[in-house]
């Protein structure tokens, strides 16, 4: 939060838990304390609530049966293969090599970085 927001400014993306650690906690203590506040972010999180509900969804019926039939043709794939990390050298334990591989093992090595946060 720069010093020129001001706090009452920030209900809204309260509400939607859209701010950073440091502007969430100074608007927490802020709302203990302020009965305006703490009614705006009731109405925003309500007002969320049903704009959320408005635009769900139902999924089509057949949705979960061509799903669960569609499983049986994807062929799971193998556990990875443990490494086996080097003894020590000069004294001191290697560390596993992450060259060549993603830094999270679950994430798509191929996939667009993540957007900047506002």
């Given at each position: 939060m720069n010093q020129h927001t001001d706090v009452h400014a920030l209900?809204?993306?309260y509400s939607l838990n859209a701010l950073d650690p440091t502007e969430h906690t100074a608007f927490g203590s802020h709302l203990q304390h302020c009965a305006g506040c703490h009614q705006e972010v009731a109405d925003f999180q309500a007002t969320a609530a049903r704009l959320a509900a408005a635009a769900a969804q139902a999924p089509p019926?057949?949705?979960k049966q061509?799903?669960?039939a569609a499983i049986s043709g994807v062929r799971q794939?193998?556990?990875r293969a443990?490494?086996?990390l080097p003894t020590k050298r000069f004294g001191v334990p290697r560390a596993p090599s992450t060259a060549g591989r993603p830094s999270n093992p679950w994430k798509d090595p191929h996939s667009p970085p993540p957007l900047p946060s506002c």
């Open positions: 209900a809204a993306p019926a057949a949705m061509r799903t669960v794939l193998p556990p443990a490494t086996t």
